[in-house]
């Protein structure tokens, strides 16, 4: 973890474009209760194939507006590099400086994968395009992304990212601090030197994290599926338990030398200031 103790701590927390009235209210509070957490900055979500384009858009301007850093998430499936040209120079005119820079999922039904088709190539046009305009972020898999025909070759892709210009890397969240640890180990042993914040997803509900967790590659240990299931519908249970599991997670990654953190806040601020509170953030870490 040597590499990851000389960056300074960046804590950060992820929105997604609301869809109704209601949402963009529900959002503004959210952000409001974060905003006074002082994180490095927010970041929004992007439906792959554009399907969030205009809403992602909107969000972006307006929290940039509140004067809050943000960084807009790009995923570039099903996109053009017109497309994404003319987005990314939206945000440069707009005084955006920072991108997170991602493949993205084809939506169903979405047969055309579009003009790109790895991050890698998303990371490499924009710095064809725009230099060193934006600071460019990509997706880390510690656990390793579920398409990925091994390890070792999923590895070699997010090598590939940071030699396409990459700044730094958000994991996909994950409860094994082990698999963390050990990627960041790979990353020192061939020479990747950039920071590798750990994406932190808080326990809210349980049908809801096995959905997302299957769908995206993060194990649950079985310790906790097991814990989690037992509590049944005792919603109180689930996020006092996994208010402890997640707020020991970040301790245990902080005092190793994480260089922060970024929560998946799911446009909620409630657990993530708990454990916000719990950890006694912003700290400095040595
Ligand atoms: P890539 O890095 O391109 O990797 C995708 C797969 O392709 C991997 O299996 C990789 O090993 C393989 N691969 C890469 N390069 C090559 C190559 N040259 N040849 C063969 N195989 C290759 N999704 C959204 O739609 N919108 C979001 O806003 C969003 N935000 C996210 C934020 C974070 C921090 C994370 C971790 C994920 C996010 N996702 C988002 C999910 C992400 O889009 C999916 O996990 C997607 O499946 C992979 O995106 P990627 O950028 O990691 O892709």
Known sequence: ?????????AFSFELFPPQTPQGIEKLRLTRQQLAELSPKFFSVTFGAGGSTRER???????????????????????????????LLEKYFQAGIRQIVALRGDLPSGMAQPG??????????????????????DVAAYPEYHP???????????????????????????????DAYFHFVECCEAVGVNIPIVPGIMPINKFSQL????????????????????????????????????VTDLCERLLNEGAPGLHFYTLNSADLTSIIWQRLQLPRHIN
């Open 147 to 177: 398409q990925a025909r091994s390890a070792q070759f999923d590895f070699e892709n997010f090598k590939r990212k940071i030699e396409s210009g990459a700044n730094s890397a958000i994991t996909q969240y994950f409860y094994n601090a």
């Open 1 to 9: 973890m040597e590499s990851q103790k000389k960056f300074s701590p």
């Open 56 to 86: 992602t858009l909107e969000t972006v301007l307006e929290i940039h507006a509140e004067g809050h850093n943000v960084a807009p998430h790009l995923s570039c499936i099903g996109s053009t590099r017109q497309n994404i040209h003319s």
């Open 210 to 245: 096995v959905r997302f967790s299957d769908s995206c590659g993060a194990e649950i240990p079985r310790w906790v599926r097991k814990k989690l299931e037992g509590y049944g519908d005792d919603s109180e249970s689930i996020q006092a338990f996994g208010l402890d599991i």
């Open 115 to 136: 003009e790109f088709r790895y991050a890698s190539e998303l990371v490499a046009f924009i710095r064809q395009e725009f230099g060193t305009s934006f600071h460019v």
